[in-house]
């Protein structure tokens, strides 16, 4: 039943930087693992990063390692995801995702809620 909202997305230019957050309502938040996936046009929906609200796990796509950092303020029941060095192929909707356990949103599997996306185009 939590709810997720994506917002920060945009046109930047190669090379810029990112921020997009998910923020969360309506659920025993701390209790969900976080994840962020991304879906380009005409392609399958991929993996990007999730972490742990429990712990401090933390996985990311070799993809966008060294690039992009996934975090987390339980204060404010928000999830992050920094993106630096952005490239083309980043170029995406961005889906916020939240599921008990970081092993589904890692390995794939019937994830419990999804965002709405947010629009990431990283021109040349």
């Known amino acids: 039943q939590v709810q997720l909202v994506e917002s920060g997305g945009g046109l930047v230019q190669a090379g810029g930087s990112l921020r997009l957050s998910c923020a969360a309502s309506?659920?025993?938040?701390?209790?969900?693992?976080m994840g962020w996936f991304r879906q380009a046009p005409g392609k399958e929906r991929e993996f990007v990063a999730a972490?742990?609200?429990?712990?401090?796990?933390?996985h990311y796509a070799d993809s966008v390692k060294g690039r992009f950092t996934i975090s987390r303020d339980n204060a404010k029941n928000t999830v992050y995801l920094q993106m630096n060095s952005l490239k083309p192929e980043d170029t995406a909707v961005y889906y916020c995702?939240?599921?008990?356990?970081?092993?589904?949103?890692?390995?794939?599997?019937?994830?419990?809620?999804w965002g709405q996306g947010t629009q990431v185009t990283v021109s040349s």
């Open positions: 972490i742990s609200w429990i712990g401090i796990t933390i």
């Open positions: 995702a939240a599921d008990p356990q970081l092993g589904t949103l890692v390995g794939g599997g019937a994830i419990g809620s």
């Open positions: 309506g659920g025993t938040f701390r209790d969900y693992a």
